[in-house]
């Protein structure tokens, strides 16, 4: 089986700061690899997504990850914070041998101080 | 907006109660996934059901089912209830745009139910 491991379960940033979120993964086969981002209140909604071709991705609202295969990561950056950016970031591995549904990492929170 | 609807927002419950939550997909989608968001354990996969067929099964208790009507909602039956049950349930559906590798096409994701059980 397929894991995700996110390192820190809360990152704070200040406004205007790189924003870096680590996510490693384990698989046995090609992954394809998505970060989903979670406001308060609300459902999971996909920041980018990583399948074939190009290893950096870019997504919306100015966010863009890299696998790297030798690393086994497909960590997430932004260059610089808002504070509407400020929310659960979960990164995710499809398991498409096995009906595509999504094995998610722990979550991490980001915090963006003014 | 996903496109993705479920009922009700929020549900509050006794012990050893049952209760039903529902999904409606984004238009055209026949794919539903069910997800559970605890504090405990996480985000996990539950079940996912294709045009009414069920296609593959995760951590989901024997006291849980799940069905797609042929309209391609579904719902996600809970029973016997207990406090650990007390979370937050997704339902998702998948747009397969044709052209891409199996596994690659996105997953929408609905508001979410909280259940509290009491």
């Known amino acids: 089986a397929q894991s995700v491991t996110q390192l820190g379960s809360h990152v704070s940033v200040s406004e205007g700061a790189l924003v870096l979120l680590r996510c490693n993964y384990s698989?046995?086969?090609?992954?394809?690899l998505f970060w989903y981002v979670q406001y308060p209140n609300q459902g999971l909604q996909l920041l980018l997504k990583?399948?074939?071709?190009?290893?950096l991705v870019k997504g919306i609202n100015g966010f863009e990850a890299e696998f790297k295969k030798s690393e086994t990561s497909f960590h997430l950056t932004k260059p610089s914070a808002h504070m509407s950016d400020a929310a659960e970031y979960f990164c995710?591995?499809?398991?498409?041998?096995?009906?595509?549904?999504?094995?998610f990492g722990g979550g991490t929170r980001l915090m963006v101080k003014p | 907006d996903s496109g993705v609807t479920q009922t009700p927002k929020h549900l509050i419950t006794a012990t050893g109660q049952r209760v039903t939550l529902r999904c409606s997909p984004r238009?055209?989608?026949?794919?539903v996934y069910w997800y559970q968001q605890s504090l405990d354990q996480g985000l996990q996969f539950l079940i996912q059901?294709?045009?009414?067929?069920?296609?593959a099964k995760g951590n989901i208790l024997e006291r849980f089912s799940a069905q797609q009507f042929p309209d391609l909602h579904s719902e996600l039956n809970l029973s016997s209830l207990e406090l650990g049950d007390s979370a937050l349930y997704f339902c998702?559906?998948?747009?397969?745009?044709?052209?891409?590798?199996?596994?690659?096409?996105?997953?929408?994701f609905g508001p979410g139910t909280r259940l509290t059980v009491l």
């Open positions: 990583y399948t074939t071709g190009a290893t």
């Open positions: 059901y294709y045009n009414g067929e069920e296609r």
């Open positions: 698989s046995s086969v090609p992954p394809y």
């Open positions: 998702a559906s998948r747009g397969y745009a044709g052209g891409e590798l199996p596994g690659t096409d996105t997953q929408y």
């Open positions: 238009s055209g989608d026949l794919s």
């Open positions: 995710a591995v499809s398991e498409w041998d096995a009906g595509n549904m999504l094995t």
